[in-house]
């Protein structure tokens, strides 16, 4: 079993759309995750970290669900802008960091 | 604040060829690493590092040295350069457990 698991999509969805990802995780001790965007292989950027009690940020909610071990990242209201691969991130017991191979989203007119 | 800082942004390597890729930061971060990235894939872990003067192999080190004498600068070494090794590499830091903060990525091509 990978460390971090993501379906790659792609998910193609029309503007105004909600979509949502999930992403699992095998260390059941990890107590950091995060949400990243990559665009067309540059650098990725944080999106948000995932807090247990879950959190939104404007147009985005992330969960926790730590008896199932998965995280989600809901993004409400697409946009055009929103096209990009998003990346599950958390460390592993090894205190390695950890990234899923991302989930490719295209947010179509 | 720089953040962090990776140098060449692009360079074309002729087989066999060796060079270094430079990475630094300046958040006294202890956590820094290195990954890869082959198009339609995901980043993949080269080596890593929890601190100056430790280091240790990710998923696909074979063919990279790393070496951390600083808290600060984390260089990559391509021992003998091979056109497998193609790609994009990024180079990242963070506190342990915390976010991490990348490098702008080097877009390496071996001919």
């Known amino acids: 079993r990978k460390e971090v698991e993501q379906d790659p999509g792609p998910f193609n969805v029309p503007e105004g759309a909600t979509v949502a990802f999930n992403c699992t995780y095998s260390n059941s001790a990890s107590q950091s995750f995060f949400w990243y965007r990559q665009d067309c292989r540059k650098e990725p950027k944080l999106l948000m970290s995932?807090?247990?009690s879950g959190n939104e940020d404007g147009r985005f909610t992330a969960q926790l669900n730590r008896a199932s071990q998965y995280i989600s990242l809901l993004i409400r209201d697409s946009k055009l802008s929103d096209s990009a691969t998003y990346l599950c991130?958390?460390?592993?017991?090894?205190?390695?960091?950890?990234f899923g191979q991302g989930t490719e989203l295209s947010v179509k007119p | 604040n720089a953040g962090v800082t990776q140098t060449p942004k692009f360079q074309v390597l002729k087989t066999g060829q060796s060079m270094t890729l430079q990475c630094a930061q300046d958040?006294?971060?202890?956590?820094m690493s290195w990954y890869r990235q082959d198009p339609g894939m995901g980043l993949r872990l080269i080596h890593y590092s929890v601190g100056a003067g430790i280091t240790d192999q990710g998923e696909v080190p074979n063919g990279y040295n790393v070496s951390r004498s600083t808290t600060e600068d984390f260089p990559l070494r391509l021992l003998s350069a091979a056109p497998s090794q193609t790609s994009v590499y990024f180079c990242?830091?963070?506190?342990?457990?915390?976010?991490?903060?990348f490098g702008q990525g080097t877009r390496l091509t071996v001919v």
């Open positions: 991130v958390t460390y592993n017991q090894g205190g390695k960091l950890i």
């Open positions: 995932v807090y247990s």
């Open positions: 958040m006294n971060h202890e956590y």
């Open positions: 990242a830091s963070s506190y342990s457990g915390g976010r991490a903060f």
